[in-house]
């Protein structure tokens, strides 16, 4: 998505253009000039998506996948104990590979290794419990975390005042170009949306979010959407 900054850049964001169009009857060209509003939405997230590892290594591959299966299912119990859903718990992904043993000079010993990874995915619904989940996974056997993502259930009613927050903004500025050029507004000719994609902003550390303080330190911060409209109006 295109970001849209105040300040210097807006002429370049904007690109405010005059141009000659065919009218739709194909007679007389018509003017028009195009715009690009932003509004902004901030929302505290009220979900985190968390993506964490469980990867074992034994020279019996049987001996590996039950290691592993034993540290994923500590883990699964571990995440539902914190608050996590059944239905809110996925497995992403599991592997199984092997590589085989050198020497000191790079020589293959004829011995293997085999490599288990079992990943899971899970949301958390309830944002202050994520530091002791966290500490709770962690101790029952995950040995990665891959990734933590805070969102928002639904950002819809936020998105919608955002959406007019857009179209209030890119009428006042191409009311104050076709002003500046002799010209009257007229109606949109064109209108499209840039889809909107949260960017995470940061906030100071809490150290267990009241789950206790021996958790893992987290911080869900502040998502911002922002929405762009392209909107072309007619001149007149």
Same mark, same amino acid.
């Given at each position: 998505?295109?970001?849209?900054?105040?300040?210097?850049?807006?002429?370049?964001?904007?690109?405010?253009?005059?141009?000659?169009?065919?009218?739709?009857?194909?007679?007389?060209?018509?003017?028009?000039?195009?715009?690009?509003?932003?509004?902004?939405?901030?929302?505290?997230?009220?979900?985190?998506?968390?993506?964490?590892?469980?990867?074992?290594? $034994?020279?019996?591959?049987?001996? #590996?996948? &039950? %290691?592993?299966?034993?540290? @994923? /299912?500590?883990?699964?119990? !571990?995440?539902? *104990?914190?608050?996590?859903?059944?239905?809110?718990?996925?497995?992403?992904?599991?592997?199984?590979?092997?590589?085989?043993?050198?020497?000191?000079?790079?020589?293959?010993?004829?011995?293997?290794?085999?490599?288990?990874?079992?990943?899971?995915?899970?949301?958390?619904?309830?944002?202050?419990?994520?530091?002791?989940?966290?500490?709770?996974?962690?101790?029952?056997?995950?040995?990665?975390?891959?990734?933590?993502?805070?969102?928002?259930?639904?950002?819809?009613?936020?998105? $919608?005042?955002?959406?007019?927050? #857009?179209? &209030? %903004?890119?009428?006042?500025? @191409? /009311?104050?170009?076709?002003? !500046?050029?002799? *010209?009257?507004?007229?109606?949109?000719?064109?209108?499209?949306?840039?889809?909107?994609?949260?960017?995470?902003?940061?906030?100071?550390?809490?150290?267990?979010?009241?789950?206790?303080?021996?958790?893992?330190?987290?911080?869900?911060?502040?998502?911002?959407?922002?929405?762009?409209?392209?909107?072309?109006?007619?001149?007149?």
């Amino acid at each position: 998505m295109a970001r849209n900054f105040k300040g210097a850049a807006i002429v370049l964001a904007l690109a405010v253009t005059l141009s000659a169009c065919s009218a739709a009857g194909g007679g007389a060209g018509q003017r028009t000039v195009s715009v690009t509003g932003t509004g902004t939405a901030r929302l505290t997230p009220d979900i985190v998506v968390i993506t964490l590892g469980v990867q074992t290594e $034994d020279e019996q591959v049987a001996k #590996a996948v &039950q %290691d592993n299966n034993a540290r @994923a /299912s500590g883990v699964i119990e !571990a995440v539902k *104990a914190a608050g996590v859903a059944p239905a809110d718990i996925q497995t992403s992904d599991f592997s199984v590979s092997s590589q085989s043993k050198f020497d000191p000079l790079g020589n293959p010993t004829g011995e293997v290794s085999y490599f288990v990874s079992n990943t899971l995915t899970f949301t958390l619904r309830d944002i202050p419990k994520l530091g002791d989940l966290l500490q709770a996974a962690l101790e029952s056997g995950a040995n990665t975390v891959q990734n933590v993502s805070y969102s928002v259930a639904d950002p819809s009613e936020a998105l $919608d005042k955002a959406r007019l927050e #857009a179209i &209030q %903004d890119a009428h006042d500025q @191409a /009311s104050q170009l076709a002003n !500046a050029t002799g *010209a009257q507004l007229g109606p949109v000719f064109n209108l499209n949306e840039y889809s909107p994609v949260p960017v995470q902003q940061y906030a100071a550390p809490s150290f267990g979010k009241g789950g206790g303080g021996g958790g893992v330190p987290t911080s869900p911060g502040t998502l911002e959407y922002q929405v762009q409209l392209y909107i072309v109006y007619s001149l007149r």
